[in-house]
């Protein structure tokens, strides 16, 4: 078990190696780099109380924790975040391995749970689930999951067997779990019953036998879909994408999903290609997939007549389609087919084709001995296929330019990807090419709020100033809640000296989002130029709260404040930012002009003396001591 064990995390380190220097990409940004609830680990709720407005960790409270203890060990750094995914993985491909292995008697469980294992971890359909850091969602839900069922595999055993501590302890890990796991995804809802039906088929023998035997557990168990509810109630429609809120029927995007299964299990034997970014893809007639319903029916009905006549079988059907469920009955207008979506029922599809192998080499070689020889060689290749793949498919999450150059190429028609290409070329400074895509994810989609929000950034960074509002106030009427846009025109406004509008702005992105610092620093500093000295202050010590109270903080509101002339505030907070660093020069520096300027010229002598103390090499400080020692 030690060899299985360490290829499988060779293998899946050898795949993972390159990503660790590979920047966020798309929604990294909203639940990371712009998320300021990670920044709070200890203060309740803390990461408990998750971001809105459509961000990946709007109530997923422990993928939102698994993300703060990433920022408080290292801040935003990718590298750290990747490596957690990539560990987290890992884990999540070893105790497939333990569930398959303890699943599958003697050296037959061995090899297969050790070639299921290793092909999953490998797979290249796991990559976004493991290289796109914010969908570490699929996979601490996925290990969660694994864990549930693995907890509960040890928690039977031991009940079969003297002493009941070891047993308690499995029973207690497995509930945890799942509730860690509801608390991550909302995928997991289907963990009890897939457990239920685990013990029904390998443990029990019967439903009934299963339910009378643990309804303890079971009782523990279901009652982690009370919180998972919760958190479903209260995180709403996920920024409009999904549920209700979507504007999208059962009847339109459940036709859908026949080809998205379709295409799930082509990837699986032939991962090519892969696309980051779908977007939407509706059913207009039957007819378009009546090759995937007919394929999905027929595989719903095996299922059926498996979980009677050979159980086994029939679990791992159970598996997959309960795992695919919530995804593909809860209607969305964002994506219609993700991968990430597979990364857990990829393992039932791998164990049906190892299964199917075995037998295949039962007609060719009788001695058990060649036939897993045989099958190593054939799953050793299998690996390598999909390893170097994997590898390969890697390299595009490199940069957003290059993950949205890939995806556009795939999906011209998808304007979601235009529109983020458009922004990466941006960012590269190409601007015109921006521009262009923009305007052809505009032409694909004219209501598409986050084109025409991305179009009025690079337009007013161009330059081009009032064309950037027009494009701001159109992504506002289609979609009024919207903070980004209004942020961004708020700084415009804000730019331009239409105060009044700015602080409008600033206004609705503060009640859109409390917890989004920037945003109050942006009403702060409109309020005070305003000549709102109090409702500017207050907005900015808002801020300073969100962001954790800093001598950096108080420093850069205490140089704000002065330099709008407001010395006797500016005072206020610059005596602050010196209490919490009195050995940082230029806040000693900038507290001394303020002294100075308020007409108290010894305080502000010591402060400059102090400064020059601390650097002595301070042209600042210098000159302005010996301009104060001047004054009469």
């Given at each position: 078990?030690?060899?299985?064990?360490g290829?499988?995390v060779?293998?899946g380190?050898?795949?993972?190696a390159?990503?660790g220097?590979?920047?966020f990409?798309?929604?990294?940004?909203a639940?990371?780099?712009?998320?300021?609830t990670?920044?709070?680990?200890?203060?309740?709720?803390?990461a408990l109380?998750t971001?809105?407005?459509?961000?990946?960790?709007?109530?997923?409270?422990?993928l939102?924790?698994?993300?703060?203890?990433n920022?408080?060990?290292?801040?935003?750094?990718?590298?750290g975040?990747h490596?957690?995914?990539?560990a987290?993985?890992?884990?999540?491909?070893?105790?497939?391995f333990?569930?398959?292995?303890r699943t599958?008697?003697?050296?037959?469980?061995?090899?297969?749970?050790?070639?299921?294992?290793?092909l999953?971890?490998v797979h290249?359909l796991?990559?976004?689930?493991?290289?796109?850091?914010?969908?570490?969602?699929?996979?601490l839900?996925?290990?969660?999951y694994?864990?549930?069922?693995?907890?509960?595999i040890?928690?039977?055993?031991a009940?079969?067997?003297?002493?009941?501590?070891g047993?308690?302890?499995?029973?207690?890990?497995?509930?945890l779990?799942?509730?860690l796991?509801m608390?991550?995804?909302?995928?997991m809802?289907?963990?009890?019953v897939?457990v239920l039906?685990?013990?029904?088929?390998?443990?029990?023998?019967?439903?009934?036998?299963a339910?009378?035997?643990?309804?303890?557990?079971y009782?523990?168990?279901?009652?982690t879909?009370v919180?998972?509810a919760?958190?479903?109630?209260?995180?709403?429609?996920?920024?409009?994408?999904?549920?209700?809120?979507?504007g999208?029927?059962?009847?339109?995007?459940?036709?859908?999903?026949?080809?998205?299964?379709?295409?799930?299990?082509?990837?699986?034997?032939w991962?090519?290609?892969?696309i980051?970014?779908?977007?939407?893809?509706?059913?207009?007639?039957?007819?378009?997939v009546?090759?995937?319903v007919l394929?999905v029916?027929?595989?719903?009905?095996?299922?059926?007549?498996?979980?009677?006549?050979r159980?086994?079988?029939g679990?791992?059907g159970?598996?997959?389609f309960?795992?695919?469920?919530?995804?593909s009955?809860?209607?969305?207008n964002?994506?219609?087919?993700?991968e990430?979506?597979?990364?857990l029922?990829?393992a039932?599809?791998?164990?049906?084709?190892?299964l199917a192998a075995?037998?295949?080499?039962?007609?060719?070689?009788?001695?058990?001995?060649?036939?897993?020889?045989?099958?190593?060689?054939?799953a050793?290749?299998?690996?390598?296929?999909?390893?170097w793949?994997?590898?390969?498919?890697?390299?595009?999450?490199?940069?957003?330019?290059?993950?949205?150059?890939?995806t556009t190429?795939?999906?011209?028609?998808n304007p979601?990807?235009?529109?983020?290409y458009?922004?990466?070329?941006g960012?590269?400074g190409?601007?015109?090419?921006?521009i262009?895509q923009?305007?052809?994810?505009?032409?694909?989609?004219?209501?598409?709020a986050?084109?025409?929000?991305?179009?009025?950034?690079?337009?007013?960074?161009s330059?081009?100033?009032?064309?950037?509002?027009a494009?701001y106030e159109?992504?506002?009427?289609?979609?009024?809640a919207?903070?980004?846009a209004?942020?961004?025109?708020?700084?415009?406004?804000?730019g331009?000296?239409?105060l009044p509008?700015?602080?409008a702005?600033?206004?609705?992105?503060?009640?859109?989002?409390?917890a989004?610092?920037d945003?109050?620093i942006?009403l702060?500093n409109?309020?005070?130029?305003?000549?709102?000295?109090?409702?500017g202050?207050?907005?900015?010590?808002?801020?300073l709260?969100l962001?954790?109270?800093?001598?950096?903080?108080?420093?850069?509101l205490g140089r704000?404040?002065?330099?709008?002339?407001?010395?006797?505030?500016?005072?206020?907070?610059?005596?602050a930012a010196v209490?919490?660093d009195?050995?940082?020069?230029a806040?000693?520096?900038?507290?001394?002009?303020?002294?100075?300027?308020?007409?108290?010229?010894?305080?502000?002598?010591?402060?400059?003396e102090t400064?020059?103390?601390l650097r002595?090499?301070?042209?600042?400080?210098?000159h302005n001591l010996?301009?104060?020692r001047?004054?009469?």
């Amino acid at each position: 078990m030690p060899f299985a064990a360490g290829l499988i995390v060779l293998a899946g380190l050898a795949v993972y190696a390159q990503i660790g220097s590979d920047p966020f990409v798309f929604d990294d940004d909203a639940s990371i780099a712009l998320n300021p609830t990670i920044r709070h680990l200890w203060r309740w709720p803390g990461a408990l109380a998750t971001p809105g407005l459509g961000a990946t960790v709007q109530g997923r409270p422990i993928l939102n924790l698994s993300f703060a203890l990433n920022y408080a060990a290292g801040g935003t750094h990718p590298a750290g975040y990747h490596a957690v995914n990539v560990a987290i993985h890992l884990l999540a491909g070893l105790t497939l391995f333990g569930i398959v292995r303890r699943t599958v008697a003697g050296r037959r469980g061995e090899w297969l749970a050790l070639a299921v294992s290793l092909l999953w971890v490998v797979h290249p359909l796991q990559t976004e689930s493991v290289t796109y850091v914010v969908q570490r969602a699929e996979s601490l839900m996925g290990l969660c999951y694994l864990f549930t069922l693995y907890g509960f595999i040890r928690f039977a055993a031991a009940g079969q067997s003297p002493g009941r501590g070891g047993r308690a302890v499995w029973a207690g890990l497995s509930v945890l779990a799942c509730l860690l796991g509801m608390g991550t995804k909302e995928v997991m809802v289907s963990a009890p019953v897939i457990v239920l039906a685990y013990d029904r088929t390998f443990v029990a023998g019967s439903w009934a036998a299963a339910g009378r035997q643990r309804w303890r557990y079971y009782m523990a168990l279901m009652a982690t879909w009370v919180p998972l509810a919760w958190l479903v109630l209260h995180a709403g429609d996920r920024g409009g994408t999904s549920g209700a809120g979507s504007g999208v029927t059962i009847w339109q995007y459940g036709p859908t999903q026949f080809a998205a299964v379709a295409h799930y299990l082509r990837l699986t034997v032939w991962p090519w290609p892969l696309i980051f970014d779908y977007g939407a893809q509706w059913v207009t007639s039957i007819g378009a997939v009546l090759g995937p319903v007919l394929l999905v029916l027929a595989l719903v009905g095996a299922t059926i007549g498996a979980l009677a006549r050979r159980p086994a079988l029939g679990f791992l059907g159970l598996a997959f389609f309960a795992l695919l469920a919530p995804t593909s009955l809860v209607p969305g207008n964002r994506q219609t087919l993700a991968e990430h979506r597979m990364y857990l029922p990829l393992a039932p599809v791998l164990i049906v084709l190892a299964l199917a192998a075995e037998q295949l080499a039962r007609r060719f070689v009788r001695h058990p001995a060649g036939r897993r020889q045989l099958l190593g060689v054939v799953a050793a290749a299998a690996a390598l296929i999909f390893g170097w793949r994997a590898v390969d498919r890697n390299k595009v999450y490199a940069s957003s330019l290059a993950l949205y150059r890939d995806t556009t190429a795939r999906r011209p028609e998808n304007p979601y990807a235009r529109s983020n290409y458009g922004y990466a070329l941006g960012q590269a400074g190409q601007t015109e090419a921006a521009i262009a895509q923009f305007q052809a994810a505009l032409q694909l989609k004219p209501d598409l709020a986050n084109a025409h929000y991305n179009l009025g950034l690079i337009l007013s960074r161009s330059g081009r100033v009032e064309e950037g509002i027009a494009e701001y106030e159109r992504a506002i009427r289609i979609q009024p809640a919207y903070p980004e846009a209004l942020y961004n025109l708020g700084i415009v406004m804000a730019g331009q000296h239409r105060l009044p509008e700015a602080i409008a702005c600033f206004a609705q992105v503060v009640r859109l989002q409390p917890a989004f610092a920037d945003g109050h620093i942006g009403l702060g500093n409109a309020l005070v130029q305003s000549g709102r000295l109090t409702e500017g202050v207050h907005q900015l010590e808002e801020s300073l709260l969100l962001t954790g109270d800093s001598a950096g903080g108080r420093h850069a509101l205490g140089r704000m404040l002065a330099g709008a002339g407001l010395m006797p505030a500016a005072l206020l907070q610059l005596e602050a930012a010196v209490r919490l660093d009195p050995r940082d020069p230029a806040v000693q520096l900038d507290l001394g002009n303020a002294l100075l300027a308020l007409g108290r010229t010894p305080e502000a002598i010591a402060r400059y003396e102090t400064a020059l103390s601390l650097r002595p090499d301070y042209p600042e400080a210098r000159h302005n001591l010996s301009y104060a020692r001047a004054l009469p």
